[in-house]
């Protein structure tokens, strides 16, 4: 259990794993929806194009909402990637006397 916890919770390969993760949500919310979609047809008839309809529109949907998230997290990770740089550099302008007194 400890390796697989260090696996998954470590900072490398994030996108694979958002992506499979992703892939795996909207495949189990395809079939949700599907049963649902079969659900109300039968009780409501109508073709069978509007049930492909509904499938490809949770797709689009799905897309961009996948796409904002990523978005998101990119502008997230440039953040704190800018900040962490800002400090290590602050820190190390700030420990230059000490370094000074510690060599002499």
Known sequence: MSSMKKHFFNNKSIPTKFS???LIVSV?????INKGIDI?????PSNDQEQLTFNFIFLFFSVI??????????????????????????DRER???YEFALNN
């Open 28 to 32: 189990l919310a395809i079939v949700f």
């Open 95 to 97: 420990l230059i006397p």
């Open 65 to 90: 909402i996948l796409y904002l998230i990523l978005n998101h997290m990119q502008k997230v990770i440039n953040r704190i990637d800018s900040s962490y740089q800002d400090f290590k550099n602050k």
């Open 40 to 44: 109300f047809f039968t009780y409501n």
């Open 20 to 22: 499979i993760f992703y």
